[in-house]
């Protein structure tokens, strides 16, 4: 045993003589020599680890109580805690929920703190959704380490958890509101005293009179100070500890500095008051960030609702389909062939295969289409799908962790763990910023103290307020987070910060063919008849011959014999010959279906025609006729060509890479109206191609499958992957497109200078502000009370400029009708 009978059981010191702190461990009540000890290990052992002190070669760790951390800290060091922050065998990762976070400030200084943290290798904020992701070395870093270090500067931070991140959230937006309305509330009735000094400025105010109204105006100026500036103190205080000067200090200096000032007047009964000032200044201020604070909101909105997609609990059909009881269980309980019952309204708990019924699927927050999509036996469905219709029952395929809403959810992490260099760029100006305007602020006084001390104070205090660095760190950020937001409630994932900031600067845009500018799947284009029997009729004999083939071409033919409208034919006695073709009965008489070597074997004699480029042509014939002929080709999407003629009149260089022959490659790249078409591309030869156009200047941007393209996706300066569910996880493009439309990407492209628009929007007006509000603030030209307004509105401009790209539209694309053959248009 490492403790003694008079030893505390948690930490090994000794214990006092009128302890009375004991837990409960291993059936013992073990003493304790603290409450922090107790509170401690009652906290391990209700996390079911007390093989924790069974297995412990030492107490754990004492310190002094300047340093002593949190117990609930210490259990995330705990080694079966830590097993969830593992990257890899050297280093961890985590993504934490924040609290205390008022502005973009705030983020710099969290992130400059946890950079000085000895084993921190990489540390982003994300400020439109609050979330941090840290990234250490296990050798020289702990998880409390982290969690200390955020604690230091005055926010409280823990691994994130949805419903207390939503729960949290709702706690800042409260305490914000009461802020400003204590605030606001203050203002209005210092307003009413601070009137009658203005309009009294002849004397004609009894100085009685003036002076109780001054106190008056001190007593009510005392809540707003004392509350509802707290989150301007608190963030002063958090940056001067660290030896920073952040975008609260010179606010906190401008508040501090008018309400010291007016106290000391009203103390010696002489001088001016800037009671209203602080007031004014304060409401508006925190009106900025509240209204900062909803612009967060909106802009994570989308986000947050995948957040909360997956449900938490799933019917589950133990004995099905022997018995049709249902047990409630915790969604992450479900197992690989588990059954589970969705009944309409309800959100798919995990993906899954249809095994009985049939509905309509709302699959909105995982592709951006709001069209709902017909699912019956035998389909796949994704997990956070909603059902609309009618009950269905599925087998589980995938555990709801590895489902395709969690590989969403952790691309979307991914996502926000980077900024593109123009953010960077600000939150650095911004910094500098704000040491530049307290050494002017300082000058500025000295130089009123010289020419005219009546006015040093006020003017020093007006430059102060008047600076606005919040709108130069505001100006990027809530710009991207509200494209962002815009993109994924379109079906378009960023999963790296740069994509915005280079895909309006593309020059080249190079397509994959198969699954990208095609739908990866066959489809007939046209059917020549040889004979008197007419090709919809054709089309039906062959789609009897396939009906129970799996073969893609087959179903390419059973497909498009759906869309004649004829009465169906049945097929007997069919047998299938490998790499040839099928033969069965139909009314007793043998028809072969397959390439023309094998159809002639039958038909007795051989064909000669012309099969066009690109197509796959199957031989459809009897006893001694040939009958048809159905030329398949990969189906091109529908918006595909009106997507190639959208960046054509950009300026921009189209250009097809494939790995298909060159003649199917041209063949695509001539419907589609593209001039440069390569085909027979190995993926090294598409990497190569794409490095040599990058060599010669060229900005590329590649758009492929995510998968066999991989190399040439991480190379080109922005990629697109055409996603599915099962390769999400698997993709190394720089976006994701979650809906099969392509002209997602025309979207993106749109949107994306737009955001740099707006971006260059709110930089140069947030410059310009500064430039022209700063000297006339010094100058004398604006008082305090107006400094605030015009900080409060500079902030508030930036924020609903930068909303206005959550309303950015698609573009009008419409999809061109399925080029079928004329009969079967029947």
């Known amino acids: 045993m490492l403790a003694q009978v008079y030893d505390c059981y948690h930490c090994g010191l000794p214990l006092p003589a009128a302890g009375a702190w004991k837990v409960q461990i291993g059936g013992v009540a073990r003493a304790m020599c603290c409450p922090g000890c107790e509170a401690a290990a009652q906290a391990i052992v209700d996390m079911g680890l007390e093989d924790y002190y069974r297995t412990r070669s030492a107490f754990a760790s004492t310190v002094d109580r300047q340093t002593l951390l949190p117990p609930e800290l210490l259990l995330y060091d705990l080694p079966d805690a830590q097993q969830q922050f593992d990257l890899d065998a050297e280093s961890a990762e985590a993504t934490l ?149 952040g975008m609260d200090v010179p606010v906190a200096l401008g508040i501090a500095a008018a309400f010291g000032a007016s106290v000391l007047a009203v103390w010696r009964g002489s001088g001016e008051v800037y009671f209203d000032s602080v007031t004014m200044f304060i409401f508006l201020l925190l009106c900025s960030r509240y209204l900062e604070l909803v612009a967060r909101r909106k802009a994570a909105g989308a986000v947050e609702k995948l957040q909360h997609a997956l449900p938490a609990s799933a019917a589950r059909m133990p004995a099905y389909p022997g018995n049709h009881q249902v047990d409630v269980v915790a969604a992450a309980q479900l197992r690989e062939g588990d059954y589970i019952l969705v009944k309409p309204g309800e959100a798919i708990p995990a993906d899954g295969e249809i095994v009985a019924g049939e509905s309509s699927l709302d699959m909105s927050l995982l592709t951006g289409e709001s069209a709902a999509m017909r699912k019956g036996q035998g389909d796949q469905v994704p997990g956070g799908a909603i059902n609309i219709a009618q009950v269905i029952v599925l087998r589980v395929s995938k555990l709801a962790a590895d489902s395709t809403l969690a590989s969403l959810l952790k691309l979307i992490e991914r996502a926000g763990n980077g900024k593109p260099r123009i953010a960077l760029w600000a ?118 011959l396939e009906a129970n083939s799996a073969h893609p071409l087959a179903q390419a033919i059973v497909a498009a014999a759906d869309l004649t409208l004829l009465p169906e034919v049945i097929a007997d006695e069919v047998v ?27 038909t007795g004699s051989s064909i000669q025609d012309q099969v066009p480029a690109g197509m796959t042509p199957v031989y459809l014939g009897c006893s001694g006729t040939w009958l048809a002929r159905f030329d398949l080709a990969d189906a091109i999407r529908s918006d595909a060509q009106q997507v190639v003629q959208h960046f054509q009149k950009l300026g921009k ?79 190394h493009a720089d976006t994701v497109l979650l809906s099969p439309r392509l002209s997602a990407i025309a979207d993106t492209a749109e949107l994306a ?49 930068a909303l206005r790209l959550r309303r950015v539209s698609r573009l009008r694309f419409k999809p061109e009708p399925a080029r079928l053959a004329r009969p079967l248009r029947v």
């Not at 740069?498 to 699954?515: A, Q, Y």
């Not at 628009?757 to 947030?766: E, K, P």
């Not at 022209?772 to 902030?795: D, R």
């Open 427 to 544: 939150d650095s100006v911004a910094s500098w910023f704000v040491a530049a305007l307290l050494l002017f602020a300082i000058a500025v006084f000295a130089f009123w103290q010289w020419h005219d001390p009546a006015r040093a104070w006020p003017i020093a205090i007006a430059v102060l307020v008047v600076s606005c660095p919040c709108a130069l760190s505001l100006a990027t950020p809530t710009a991207l987070a509200a494209a962002t937001d815009r993109l994924v409630r379109q079906g378009v994932l960023l999963v790296q910060p740069h994509v915005l900031e280079v895909l309006h600067r593309t020059t080249h845009i190079v397509f994959d063919k198969t699954g990208t500018l095609t739908v990866g799947k066959p489809a007939l284009q046209k059917v020549l008849t040889f004979d008197e029997m007419e090709s919809a009729a054709c089309l039906q004999f062959a789609a009897a």
């Open 97 to 245: 929920t924040v609290e205390g976070i008022r502005c973009a400030a705030c983020v710099w200084l969290i992130e400059r703190r946890l950079a000085r943290v000895p084993g921190v290798l990489a540390v982003n904020l994300n400020v439109a959704t609050e979330r941090l992701y840290v990234r250490w070395s296990k050798s020289s870093c702990k998880p409390s380490t982290v969690l200390q270090a955020v604690r230091d500067i005055g926010y409280a931070a823990y691994p994130y958890d949805a419903e207390r991140h939503e729960a949290q959230l709702r706690r800042a937006g409260k305490t914000l509101f009461r802020q400003l309305f204590v605030a606001g509330l203050s203002m209005m009735q210092v307003m009413m005293y601070a009137v009658p000094a203005y309009i009294a400025d002849d004397g004609t105010l009894d100085a009685d009179m003036a002076g109780l109204m001054r106190w008056a105006s001190l007593l009510l100026t005392i809540p707003a100070v004392c509350y509802s500036a707290l989150p301007f103190f608190r963030g002063a205080y958090g940056y001067l500890r660290q030896r920073t000067l």
């Open 576 to 602: 299938t010959q490998a790499g040839q073709g099928l033969e069965g009965l139909v009314d007793g008489i043998p028809y072969r279906l397959g390439n023309a070597a094998y159809v002639a074997e039958l």
């Open 753 to 801: 200078a737009r955001t740099m628009r707006v971006i260059r929007q709110n930089l140069g007006w947030a410059t310009a502000y500064n430039l022209i509000a700063i000297p006339a603030a010094a100058i004398g030209w604006i008082n305090p009370w107006m400094s605030g307004v015009g900080m409060s509105l500079s902030s508030a401009l930036v924020v609903l400029n």
């Open 653 to 731: 260089q189209v250009i097809l890479l494939s790995g298909d022959q060159q003649a199917v490659a041209q063949y695509v790249a001539d419907r589609l109206g593209i001039r440069v078409a390569h085909g027979g591309c190995l993926p090294e030869q598409k990497l190569a191609y794409v490095q040599q156009l990058q060599q010669q200047g060229a900005m590329v941007a590649m758009v492929g499958d995510g998968i066999n393209d991989a190399a040439v996706l991480r190379a080109a300066d922005v990629s697109f992957a055409m996603g599915s569910g099962a390769e999400l996880a698997q993709t």
